[in-house]
């Protein structure tokens, strides 16, 4: 499988040792970084580079690691078509892809484990959406949601245009 992995500062060293874990299954990793724990940098950066590699299908899924994941989870999920779980538990992971089709998950480096971290990695890498039709509804509800947001943030945007000539 081709995964995008992306990591902020906080996110180092853990990222080195996800893809170290995942070439070694032999899956296509594409690496943004970072490779430098001791330069401060932004995780939102790295959430629209894994983000948007996943939205053209370069990858079939993505991983971000921040220092709690959670920076990282909110900025990807504001990417179109993109479902970011941020998982500290093997449960989560592998249902977060069974049932909510998740396309990204979200670790926190200074939140768990290396052990643990790896097993959510692989939980998450090995299971596949259901199909199940329930779960399919809640996806529309929620690709609905994004698309009367985009409408409206389109409209709000055309409104300050208007206001501003
Ligand atoms: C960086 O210090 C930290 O804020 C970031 O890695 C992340 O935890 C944000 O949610």
Not at 48 to 53: E, L, M, P, R, Y
Not at 92 to 119: F, K, P, T, W
């Amino acid at each position: 499988m081709r995964i995008a992995i992306g990591a902020d500062h906080g996110g180092y060293p853990l990222n080195e040792r996800v893809i170290q874990e995942l070439d070694g299954a032999d899956h296509e990793i594409i690496d943004f970084g970072t490779h430098v724990g001791s330069r401060p940098d932004d995780y939102p950066d790295y959430a629209v580079k894994v983000g948007q590699t996943v939205q053209r299908g370069e990858a079939e899924i993505g991983i971000l690691i921040c220092g709690s994941g959670v920076g990282a989870a909110v900025a990807a999920n504001k990417l179109q078509g993109i479902r970011a779980a941020l998982c500290g538990d093997t449960y989560s992971a592998r249902q977060s892809r069974e049932h909510d089709d998740c396309n990204v998950l979200c670790l926190g480096a200074r939140v768990v484990g290396v052990e643990l971290a790896l097993e959510i990695v692989r939980a998450f890498v090995n299971a596949r959406f259901s199909g199940e039709e329930r779960h399919k509804r809640r996806l529309k509800k929620i690709a609905d949601i994004e698309s009367a947001e985009n409408r409206s943030g389109s409209a709000a945007t055309a409104k300050q245009n208007r206001e501003r000539s």
